[in-house]
Each structure stands twice: as C-alpha cells, then as structure tokens.
C-alpha cells in the first residue's frame, strides 16, 4: 500500500464535493451518513474525518470524529455546491485566460477548451 494501510478513516466533506458528478448518489449517501453518524456535522458543516472502527477512546466507546472544522475542506464544497446548482464557479473559470492558457500548456485540448481564448500570458 503506498502509504501505508486503510485504517478505515473516512471524509464526509469529499462525499458533499462531490455533488455534481453523481447527486443521484451523493444526495442519499450524505442523508444517511448523517442519519448513521449526527455527530459528523455541526454548525460549520462537516468535521473533517471520522472513523467509526477507533477502538482506542479512554470513554470506552467505539468511533473516532475529528473535531476540526478546516477551510481546505469546506471550501470545495461550497463551489461544488454551487457547481451543482448553477455551474457558476466552472462557467467563470473557463473565461480565465490564465486557466485556458496553463490548460493548453500543459497538454490539455478539446471540450469547451476549443472555443476558451486564452492570453493570459
């Protein structure tokens, strides 16, 4: 394993994130998530990480929730949210040009890539 063995941590804010690519999926997967484990969320939205198979807790309970809330991850799902809503954050990147431009320089073509006009230099 390349970085060592699954321990079995999981990050509900990954799942959020990906709302846009599959919500058919991801709608119900989050509804029971937080219907199995309430204690994922707060008023910041999702903790960090959870593993329910942590055995070591001094209470002698079974789980594991980060306590941290971080911007590197509710940040993601906010855009993906919106994504999901309205494909803003995807429609106002392609205008970048420094995007279409470091795009292009790295090998990328096709899609809304062909009609993009880059010069951002």
């Known amino acids: 394993v390349p970085y060592g063995p699954d321990d079995g941590t999981l990050s509900p804010w990954a799942v959020a994130a990906s709302l846009p690519f599959a919500p ?10 937080e219907r199995a484990h ?16 942590f055995m070591e807790r001094e ?7 980060s306590q941290g809330y971080y911007a590197i991850d509710q940040g993601p799902v906010v855009l993906m949210i919106e994504n999901h809503r309205s494909e ?8 970048c040009p420094y995007v279409v431009d ?11 890539l062909s009609a993009a006009t880059g010069t951002g230099r």
């Open 59 to 65: 209470d002698g309970k079974k789980g594991w929730v």
């Open 102 to 112: 470091g795009l292009r320089a790295a090998g990328f073509e096709g899609g809304w």
């Open 24 to 33: 058919e999926i991801v709608e119900p997967a989050l509804v029971d998530l």
């Open 38 to 53: 309430p204690n994922i969320t707060g008023e910041l939205g999702y903790k960090c990480s959870y593993n329910e198979t």
């Open 88 to 95: 803003f954050v995807w429609k106002l990147m392609r205008t």
